[in-house]
């Protein structure tokens, strides 16, 4: 059996997870916590990055970073297909979960910060919510219409955007601001795809991870 390694709280783990349930593959997997934690020996032992996700196919075949992992699995498994055939719609899928990791997920990472360390009100922390609010201004321009990210199907950039949409609604509250002021598009998106049981059951597992860990943190 191949093994994932993470924590539901990372985007990146998640969406994998979300590949998975949605090609009903979820039982060829174990989610397997990250053996002696992030960067330890042990880990590093299975991939010298350290970092989450990875997946392990089998002994001395391990893949790491989370969208290289969703593209072995779309091929794995390519029945529901996640990748239009159609080649402008595959690249704005492509294009979507690129905005994720090097803007949204970029922005996202001090605004979690601020909020964990209680500095919400900071300097600091306005300046990361004006970052995060431009990244999903990215999005906005380039999400098309429709029940999905890209048309009506499911696909991979919906399983990028699931996860971060999750701290993205979790840290507006706290840090004062609508993520979907002057996304109009984006609000559609969310507010479809957040009625649907994969979203639901995904934030319902993220809400768990991130319990546990702000417990943890405060320990």
Known sequence: MMKLYGRR???YFERVVLVLSLKNALDDVALTPVPGGLGSEDYKAITPIGKIPTLEVREGFVIP???????????????????PDAAADAAQVELLC?????????????VFRAVREGEAQSDAAKEAVVNLQKALSYLEYYITPGQRAVGDHWSLADCAM????????TLAPILGFDPFEGTPKLKQWHDVVAQTDLCKQSNEEQGKSLAD????SKN
């Open 162 to 169: 699931i996860p971060v949409f999750f701290f993205v609604r």
């Open 213 to 216: 860990f702000m417990a943890q």
């Open 98 to 110: 690129r905005l994720v990791d090097i803007y949204v997920s970029a922005a996202l990472g001090p």
């Open 9 to 11: 709280l990372s985007p």
């Open 65 to 83: 970073e989370g969208q290289v992992i969703c593209t072995y699995l779309e091929r794995l498994y390519p029945s529901p297909a996640l990748i």
